[in-house]
T-cell receptor, first 112, second 115 residues
Framework: KQEVTQIPAALSVPEGENLVLNCSFT??????LQWFRQDPGKGLTSLLL?????REQTSGRLNASLDKSSGRSTLYIAASQPGDSATYLC???????????FGQGTTLQVKP | EAGVAQSPRYKIIEKRQSVAFWCNPI?????LYWYQQILGQGPKLLIQ????????DSQLPKDRFSAERLKGVDSTLKIQPAKLEDSAVYLC?????????????FGPGTRLTVT
């Protein structure tokens, strides 16, 4: 049974700092992995999707990496801004139906 | 392109009452999902539809939860009777398929409080 874990559960950093969010999964047989952002009271916004054959994806100040063999992914945020404050969720698709298994999320606070 | 629409946004009910949520997916998306997100946790899939058919409902508490997707478009999720532990945000998502990739787009969710 696939399980997804995110560490840390919460993180507070000063503006401008570079930071890394971690995601681990127990079954390396995955189709892809997605990182989402969730603002309070809002739905989920997809940030990056990494296919199982890829090692990383980049979008602006965000870079996500995937190491399938070790069951790990990281989300790197460069030059953090207060607007980056949100909960970041990692989700794994390990079936052929698109079903996502989510981690519990990391709540990020970037202080001005 | 319009996003996934959900209503209501908020609902407060007493335990043992019934409640229904509505979802309108992105036009043309054949796959629709309902997730339950309890405070402090990641979303958990309740049910997945492909057009009108159910693909996965293994985590749907069928004694009290039901869902349908009429004509392969809109969907409703019902809880009857509600329990205190059903307090959560109910998220609807839809996706289209590119190769083997289902990229899901989420609605704003319905926050349910059961008192």
């Amino acid at each position: 049974k696939q399980e997804v874990t995110q560490i840390p559960a919460a993180l507070s950093v000063p503006e401008g700092e570079n930071l890394v969010l971690n995601c681990s999964f127990t079954d390396s047989a995955i189709y892809n992995l997605q990182w989402f952002r969730q603002d309070p009271g809002k739905g989920l916004t997809s940030l990056l999707l990494i296919q199982s054959s890829q090692r990383e994806q980049t979008s602006g100040r965000l870079n996500a990496s995937l190491d399938k063999s070790s069951g790990r992914s990281t989300l790197y945020i460069a030059a953090s801004q207060p607007g980056d404050s949100a909960t970041y969720l990692c989700a794994v698709n390990s079936g052929n139906t698109g079903k996502l298994i989510f981690g519990q999320g990391t709540t990020l606070q970037v202080k001005p | 392109e319009a996003g996934v629409a959900q209503s209501p946004r908020y609902k407060i009910i007493e335990k043992r009452q019934s409640v229904a949520f509505w979802c309108n997916p992105i036009s043309g998306h054949a796959t629709l999902y309902w997730y339950q997100q309890i405070l402090g946790q990641g979303p958990k899939l309740l049910i997945q539809f492909q057009n009108n058919g159910v693909v996965d409902d293994s985590q749907l508490p069928k004694d009290r939860f039901s869902a349908e997707r009429l004509k392969g478009v809109d969907s409703t999720l019902k809880i009857q009777p509600a329990k205190l532990e059903d307090s959560a945000v109910y998220l609807c998502a839809s996706s289209t398929i590119r190769g083997r990739t289902y990229e899901q787009y989420f609605g704003p969710g319905t926050r349910l409080t059961v008192t």
